[in-house]
């Protein structure tokens, strides 16, 4: 009787859940995922699969070939953390404070370590299958770090595939369609130039912060609840402030 991929996946459940534990409670920063990194590239190792480390600084890619075929594809999951202080009292916790895994970026890269595991055991493909272990997700440029080291130059791909948890979400299911599935982030500057003072004479400030607060705000407040596949537009217009305080 020809075994499922999902009846074969659960005999690696007790040790996929022992490498998750194991990342959730060593979170590193963007950039700063040396020791997830490495445990990373033992596994591959382990299973036989090509590994290169230091892709994008602290990324990994891991390679594995079968058969004749000349397509490739990758599959790709981010290892970083948040600088967040986790409170949950569980016995795999953080043992790094003011760091968490809190996005489930640990389950992301068991998740790809699982599928490497299957795939390297099984073979059950003709071609190439790069796994690439993404840092810095969150908001670092590590997906830039990576491509400015040659990533698809070295590791060319014909379809990439990624995926994120949903919490919420039935266990079994999947949300999946064309187009964007979720927002990407971007990051911008804003430069104020002028004459600050105490508040005991105002008066004499030449700029107010409040103002591009205010506009902060509005501009969050305004994408809140847009589709991804939908554009939306926050401008930056010059902003100035009265030379005096009005009531």
């Not at 022992?18 to 590239?41: K, Q, S």
């Not at 299911?173 to 600050?196: L, N, S, Y």
């Amino acid at each position: 009787m020809t075994q499922s991929a999902l009846d074969r996946a659960r005999l690696y459940q007790d040790e996929l859940s022992a490498i998750r534990r194991d990342i959730h409670a060593h979170p590193e920063l963007g950039l700063e995922e040396y020791r997830t990194a490495d445990l990373v590239a033992q596994k591959l190792e382990a299973w036989g699969i090509e590994v290169h480390r230091g892709v994008g600084k602290t990324g990994v890619v891991g390679v594995l070939r079968n058969g004749n075929g000349e397509d490739a594809v990758g599959l790709r999951a981010d290892m970083d953390a948040l600088p967040i202080l986790e409170a949950t009292g569980l016995p795999h916790a953080s043992q790094n404070p003011g760091r968490m895994h809190a996005c489930g970026h640990d389950g992301h890269t068991t998740m790809l370590l699982g599928a490497a595991k299957y795939l390297a055991e099984t073979r059950n493909f003709n071609g190439t299958v790069n796994f690439i272990f993404q840092p810095a997700e969150e908001g670092v440029g590590g997906a830039l770090e990576m491509l400015k080291d040659g990533l698809f130059e070295r590791f060319p791909c014909n379809h990439v595939f990624g995926m994120h948890n949903r919490p919420g979400l039935a266990v079994g299911k999947f949300i999946t369609g064309p187009g964007a599935r979720a927002a990407g982030g971007a990051f911008f500057d804003i430069v104020i130039t002028g004459k600050g003072a105490t508040a005991r004479i105002r008066t004499k400030a030449s700029i107010r912060l409040s103002s591009p607060a205010t506009w902060a705000r509005r501009c969050n407040r305004s994408c809140r609840g847009t589709s991804p596949r939908r554009t939306r537009r926050c401008s930056a217009s010059p902003v100035s402030s009265p030379a005096t305080p009005t009531t």
